[in-house]
């Protein structure tokens, strides 16, 4: 079992910043790959972004490239997802999650967090 716990949430306005963070516990960390979903109220939980165990490998979601980076910190059990030039269509829940591989689907991850909540006033 995998243990994710997110944080750093919270209310900004459009064209702020914010910096999610991902701990892990539990099964070693750097095992998996690590994503990050959103989900809205009302809409199905999306994928945003997405990193192999490694770091080699990023994925994102058209709408945030150039606007979100995903990162982790093996050594800290912990991952994170600095999102910039924030837009009131990124308003929604944010959940990390782990999993085997790389993939922009829900059901490709074994172990999701609880989620934290991001608004992006305009």
């Known amino acids: 079992q995998v243990q994710l716990v997110e944080s750093g949430g919270g209310l900004v306005q459009a064209g702020g910043s914010l910096r999610l963070s991902c701990a892990a516990s539990?099964?070693?960390?750097?095992?998996?790959?690590m994503g990050w979903f959103r989900q809205a109220p009302g809409k199905e939980r999306e994928f945003v972004a997405a990193?192999?165990?490694?770091?080699?490998?990023?994925a994102y979601k058209d709408s945030v490239k150039g606007r979100f980076t995903i990162s982790r910190d093996n050594a800290k059990n912990t991952g994170y997802l600095q999102m910039n030039s924030l837009k009131a269509e990124d308003t929604a829940v944010y959940y990390c999650?782990?999993?085997?591989?790389?993939?922009?689907?829900?059901?490709?991850?074994?172990?999701w967090g609880q989620g934290t909540q991001v608004t992006v006033s305009s």
């Open positions: 539990g099964r070693t960390f750097s095992n998996y790959a």
């Open positions: 999650a782990a999993g085997l591989k790389v993939v922009g689907s829900v059901g490709g991850y074994d172990y």
């Open positions: 990193m192999s165990w490694s770091g080699i490998n990023t």
